[in-house]
């Protein structure tokens, strides 16, 4: 089987799944190795690069951005990459673990 690489961006980011933006129309339904680049929190630190089993949920064209938009849904990754990605939701947007969520004017006022 062919190996192909493709560029995206993401958004939408959370412990099941993600929204990747690309030039390329990423079929729905299939399965697929992703790595999800995290930036460092930390000015001049070392990116980390989480490896992440997927499978694409639905593909749409956005016209006006002239990109793909895939859903992704995780099927899986090891412990220590969704440690990182909890730790990062948790830092950069104060997301709570699945389960534990309260929204953020709650916990200020708390």
Known sequence: MQQRVFDGI???????????????????????????????????????????????????????????????QFLGMSEADRQCLQHHLEVRFGCYAIGKYQPISDAVSA
């Open 10 to 72: 993401t958004s939408d980011v959370s412990l099941g799944g993600m929204c990747i933006y690309s030039s390329h129309n990423l079929c729905a339904s299939r399965e697929m190795e992703t790595i999800l680049t995290i930036p460092s929190l930390h000015t001049g630190g070392t990116p980390h690069q989480l490896k992440i089993r997927v499978r694409a949920s639905h593909t749409v064209l956005v016209g006006e951005l002239d990109a793909f938009r895939t859903g992704v």
